[in-house]
């Protein structure tokens, strides 16, 4: 017990918070130079010492991540960091059917140089999320226009008649395509976060196409919801994938937040309240269940994720609903994943990803970890102080 305060004690956690906010900032994880400037790389591989690839999906996230850190510091940096992404996105990866291409490879011999060209749907619900959030503040005229050609890229393209999101375009071959082999190359009900940047869109524009689609989006995601609030990641072999069943959790927030549509809100309850259930007694939740079989090797994007539910499904007077010590437990293995023991500016203060699902420990100091991370330990340092909820809708990352 003794450990458990000591390592989520006030003064620590805002170090971790600063420490993990300055690595976004000055680490050079946002690129600054060239035709890169503005640019977000997925991760630093310590061990061949370069980054990855540069990724429009986390371009996206980390838009939202400094509208945040704006909303609770006041300081226009975080804006101007936003923008310069914003504009790299525009002008690099903004195809002209109004998708966002997946990534731009920084090291060559990278096993995701295939995603070149290809568009996922779910990166452009993210982007198109951050857009929209950055115009509100900004009144920046490229971020509504852009907004709009991937909103409608989206509805007029990659969902079907039966509202179902078709995964991945592949540039080349003109034409969607979907496996089963990946969650990520599903239609399931992840896409949810997609529903959350066309609600974004329609707050703006009021066309109440996006809306529409938006709800048709939800409602679909709802069937793979299970009766104890499991989401199916893989629909034709049945498992669950934690970090996709988390998307869809907070998808359904963030839409029923903004509705006040209680379905949704209670779906997003109900997922997490699952996922908790599953939590073992070292405080780690399964990243991988298929046919009652848990594999526990713990993804720190998962855990950080499963937090942040935590906090956002209380009720309507602020409690929450699910126990703070397993929520605890949580936090403390996400912090064991921070690197903290470093002088090393390209890693000092950033998470790592965690690890396989064979196990193996990936120590690439991550961007999008480290935009959850940040998250849940605010949110949890907020509780302690306010015992409020202090999230709009747009916000999550």
Known sequence: MGKKKLELNSKKLRASIDCA???????????????????????????????????????????????????????????????????????????????????????????????????????????????????????????????????????????????????????????????????????????????????????????????????????????????????????????????????SAEGLWSVGNFLNDKKYLNSSYKATKWIYSQQNKDGKIPRLYFNEKKIYHERIDALAQAVRLAFLNTNVNNKLRINISKIEKLLILVLKNQNLKTNNLKVKGSFYWGKTSYGKLLKHPNSWVTFFSIQALMMYENYNKTKKKFFDSFDLV
């Open 21 to 247: 906010i300055e690595w976004l900032t000055n680490s050079g994880i946002q690129n600054s130079i060239g035709n890169k400037n503005g640019s977000v790389n997925a991760w630093y591989d310590t061990k061949r010492k370069r980054y990855s690839f540069i990724y429009s999906e986390i371009n996206g996230y980390f838009i939202i991540m400094m509208i945040f850190l704006f909303k609770q510091t006041k300081k226009k940096k975080y804006l101007d960091l936003a923008l310069k992404s914003a504009k790299w996105l525009s002008t690099y990866a903004l195809h002209k059917n109004g998708g966002f291409k997946c990534l731009f490879l920084i090291d060559k011999e990278s096993p995701h140089a295939f995603k070149q060209n290809q568009i996922y749907s779910f990166d452009n619900g993210v982007i198109l999320n951050g857009f929209v959030s950055l115009y509100k503040i900004t009144k920046k005229t490229f971020l509504i226009k852009n907004a709009i050609k991937c909103g409608n890229w989206l509805t007029n393209y990659c969902i079907d008649k039966n509202f179902y999101v078709k995964p991945v375009y592949e540039i080349s071959e003109n034409k969607f395509f979907e496996s089963d082999k990946e969650w990520s190359l599903t239609s399931s009900s992840y896409h949810t976060k997609i529903a959350t940047g066309l609600i974004n869109l329609y707050s703006v524009t009021k066309n109440k196409k996006y809306l529409n689609y938006a709800k048709k989006i939800c409602e679909r995601s709802l069937q793979f919801q299970t009766s104890k609030g499991r989401f199916i990641s893989f629909p034709f072999r049945g498992g669950t994938n934690a970090h996709p069943h988390c998307y």
